[in-house]
């Protein structure tokens, strides 16, 4: 079956009409872009997921420069993608405008926030996603919707005009089907980026997280890892439950702080509708205290000593990128709070020192996408992507055409 046939025209918010937006010539010629409705695009409104943000807030005068940047390098923009509300969450699902149908296991959650540009990308519809990552919100629909896709080093690539959720870690990531691509968006967006040539023996540390007796670096990763003759494993990095659920409300508790400062006032004055779990989360984060963010801050600073030491003696961390699959569409509540829970664990480390991490869609899960992830020092992101497009290049077997 053709994948676009599996296409949910639910994760566009607006695609543009054939010949309405000009791109240049460039090393990115010949490559359709989706954007999260969280960027500006001139003679627009951003809806950032929710109608009431989209009615109060004017048309934008100019386009991100992120987008501009791609579009400079050749890349044609065809739409904008749809957001969980504000960013907030990582299930791509949206009360408003329904959840899009993951075109790589449409039983499962789509994964979010950058939802729409996932499922885009997955289905064919476009090569470049575009999108933002503060919690996880590339790596998780890139791992349920089986792309590549990275966060890179905080700050390396400018968020101007692009809806916030927390600038203390907020990022523009991307996804794409292959890793050539993902590459070539690096090149485009971060030139002059510190890397390496991408060959010869590359030392990791492989992170073996374990929560609720549950060993989130599972066998299938393990075995994926041994057949990759370029990484060669020189520690192993347990992590107990107690650090994961540390690293997960220090973030958690600096991220809300963040928003609340960032759109509490909005908040307050408009008193918007929105999903119940996004509602009471912004609802928390008006609670949280200048104490609570100071507390949070010390914590983050021991976690960002102890990942820093993971580094000694590797240049990079092999690890999983989430606890497995994405979560089944009809999964529980309670189920889904114990697995956000193992979830927020693995994506906080990136948040919290503030280094790139890259997702390969390596293994599946359930007979539904999965991977790991490399996660750099600061500014190796070029690195990353050339080891990544080493490892998984045109000559490597992509388990997920066989999907």
Known sequence: MPMNELFDARAYTWRAAPGELSSESGPLSGFRMVVKDLFAIAGHRTGAGNPYW??????????????????KAGAQLIGKTLTDELAYSLNGVNTHYGTPLNPMAPERLPGGSSTGSAVAVAAGEAEIGLGSDTGGSIRVPASYNGLFG???????????????????????????????????????????ADECDGSGVVRVGVL???????????ADQEAWLRQQPQLEVHRRIPLE?????????????????????????????????????????????????????????????????????????VDMIVMPTTPGPAPRLDASS???RDYRAKLMGLTAPAGLAGLPQVHLPVITQEGAPAGVSLLGPRHSDITLLKLADALCGAEAQNPMESI
């Open 334 to 336: 309670e189920w889904m």
């Open 208 to 218: 073996e997280p374990t929560m609720d007796d549950v060993e989130l670096w599972q």
């Open 54 to 71: 989209l009615a109060t807030h004017p048309v934008a005068r100019e386009t991100s420069p992120v987008i501009r940047d791609l579009q």
């Open 241 to 313: 439950a107690a650090w994961l659920t540390s690293a997960s409300e220090y973030f958690r508790v600096l991220q809300g702080r963040a928003n609340w400062q960032t759109h509490g006032d909005w908040f307050r004055e408009v008193d918007p509708r929105m999903a119940e779990d996004i509602r009471t989360r912004l609802e928390w984060c008006c609670q949280l205290s200048a104490e609570d963010e100071t507390a949070a801050r010390s914590g983050q600073m021991r976690l960002h000593q102890d990942i820093s030491a993971w580094f000694e003696s």
């Open 150 to 192: 990275i966060r890179p080093t905080h700050g390396a690539i400018s968020t101007e005009g692009m809806v916030p959720l927390a600038p203390l870690f907020d990022t523009v990531g991307w996804m794409s089907r292959d890793s050539a691509t993902l590459l070539a968006v690096g090149r485009a967006l971060l030139p002059g």
